[in-house]
């Protein structure tokens, strides 16, 4: 069955500390990966996205992820973290053209401490 | 840049009632979907919709669902009679469905909470 693992439910951080987030999938065929980050109070927006190329992506706000496809992982990573990154982040594929479902991880809940 | 909206924000109902919950996709977008956020769990598929019909709808989405293209620019979800357990965010999401490159973006969400 096609699935989403994110590692960690939770992590608090300091400011200035490096982040980084597991997810792994499981997903036949070729795959389409997301990060999508939800502010307090927010809606989902999009982190980053890889499709096909460099496996290193890079998204807004300095964060950057890397497709290795021989581990069917997509870890987020930011050298960096602020304050204002507190929030869910999730994790997502889908499988390329439209009208595919996107399935989501359970997400990891960022705390960033001032 | 163009977004996805979606009204109400919020939604109070009766169980037993009806609901019907309205979005508006990005315009040049073919690809329409519902997802639901539980609170405190994670992001669920519901269904999606292409040219008029539904492509593909998950298990959550029985009989009491339904979704429709009532013109050029809204998309809706009606839930006929609500249960409690329908209390969650419900997202729309839209994609142009291009090969390879498939985005969907999603609308701020509403929040149903069913008495």
């Known amino acids: 069955a096609q699935s989403v693992s994110q590692h960690n439910h939770h992590v608090i951080l300091s400011e200035a500390a490096s982040l980084e987030l597991g997810c792994n999938y499981s997903y036949g065929g070729t795959v389409n990966l997301f990060w999508y980050v939800q502010y307090p109070g927010q809606h989902l927006q999009l982190l980053l996205k890889y499709f096909s190329g460099d496996p290193l992506v890079k998204g807004i706000k300095g964060f950057e992820a890397e497709f290795i496809k021989s581990k069917f992982s997509f870890n987020l990573r930011k050298p960096s973290v602020q304050w204002s990154d507190t929030a869910e982040y999730f994790c997502?594929?889908?499988?390329?053209?439209?009208?595919?479902?996107?399935?989501f991880g359970a997400g990891t809940r960022l705390f960033v401490k001032a | 840049e163009p977004e996805v909206t979606q009204t109400p924000s919020h939604q109070v109902t009766q169980m037993g009632q009806e609901v019907i919950l309205r979005c508006v996709p990005i315009?040049?977008?073919?690809?329409f979907y519902w997802y639901r956020q539980i609170l405190g769990q994670k992001v669920e598929f519901l269904v999606s919709?292409?040219?008029?019909?539904?492509?593909?709808k998950s298990e959550i989405f029985d009989d009491q669902f339904s979704v429709e293209r009532p013109d050029g620019s809204n998309f809706t979800l009606k839930i006929r009679s609500t249960k409690l357990e329908d209390s969650a965010m419900y997202f729309c999401?839209?994609?142009?469905?291009?090969?390879?490159?498939?985005?969907?973006?999603f609308g701020p969400g509403t929040r149903l909470l069913v008495l």
């Open positions: 997502a594929v889908n499988a390329g053209t439209g009208g595919f479902k996107t399935i």
């Open positions: 999401a839209s994609s142009k469905g291009q090969k390879d490159e498939e985005t969907q973006y």
């Open positions: 919709f292409y040219n008029n019909e539904i492509s593909e």
């Open positions: 315009s040049n977008h073919l690809y």
